[in-house]
T-cell receptor, first 113, second 110 residues
Framework: NAGVTQTPKFRVLKTGQSMTLLCAQD?????MYWYRQDPGMGLRLIHY???????AKGEVPDGYNVSRLKKQNFLLGLESAAPSQTSVYFC????????????FGAGTRLSVL | DAKTTQPNSMESNEEEPVHLPCNHS???????IHWYRQLPSQGPEYVIH???SNVNNRMASLAIAEDRKSSTLILHRATLRDAAVYYC???????????FGGGTRLMVKP
């Protein structure tokens, strides 16, 4: 049982390049989330999804797009990377019930030069 | 959203109990109190949560004040592996989002 798996683990981009981060969960969770964490800070929600085919904006959505074509996968895209998007990105998933315990991946460390 | 206040950092000795405080004076009646921790270079990990009553699990205990305006996460015997940032988070069903603050960095001395 892998839980939440993020790929890749590390990536370096040049300004203006695009990339997609993949999150996969094997717990049959309805809800999935993308957060970013800047040095010394707590996590901030970028986008989330309450089910297959649905997405919604979180606290800091600008510069990112997401897709949830399959229940188990949640993709985060950067169309034109900027240095301000240098961060560690975490994916999480949950059943979305009243107590909403979230399970997190190990993170993707992204540097934009 | 109701906010939480935690000390920036705390120190503990190995094998001693640790009490991590959290103030949440504007908590609403439907807010659950969640605790997560983040070990170095890892994603956050769920620790425990509660609504009104004290809770125990294999990782920790959660003591909730009678007026629910504060809570304490209790690690009964700290180990070096417990060194992490501990986040106290209020959550209700609306939006199903978690809002992470700065947390408390727990340092455990051998």
């Amino acid at each position: 049982n892998a839980g939440v798996t993020q790929t890749p683990k590390f990536r370096v981009l040049k300004t203006g390049q695009s990339m997609t981060l993949l999150c996969a969960q094997d717990m049959n969770h309805e809800y999935m989330y993308w957060y970013r964490q800047d040095p010394g800070m707590g996590l901030r929600l970028i986008h989330y999804s309450v089910g297959e085919g649905t997405t919604a904006k979180g606290e800091v959505p600008d510069g990112y797009n997401v897709s949830r074509l399959k229940k188990q996968n949640f993709l985060l895209g950067l169309e034109s990377a900027a240095p301000s998007q240098t961060s560690v990105y975490f994916c999480a998933s949950s059943f979305g019930d009243l107590q909403n315990i979230q399970y997190f991946g190990a993170g993707t460390r992204l540097s934009v030069l | 959203d109701a906010k939480t206040t935690q000390p920036n950092s705390m120190e503990s000795n190995e094998e001693e109990p640790v009490h991590l405080p959290c103030n949440h004076s504007t908590i609403s009646g439907t807010d659950y109190i969640h605790w997560y921790r983040q070990l170095p270079s890892q994603g956050p990990e769920y620790v425990i949560h509660g609504l009104t009553s004290n809770v125990n699990n294999r990782m920790a205990s959660l003591a909730i004040a009678e007026d629910r305006k504060s809570s304490t996460l209790i690690l009964h015997r700290a180990t070096l592996r417990d060194a992490a940032v501990y986040y106290c988070i209020l959550h209700n069903n609306a939006g199903n989002m978690l809002t992470f603050g700065g947390g408390t960095r727990l340092m455990v001395k051998p």
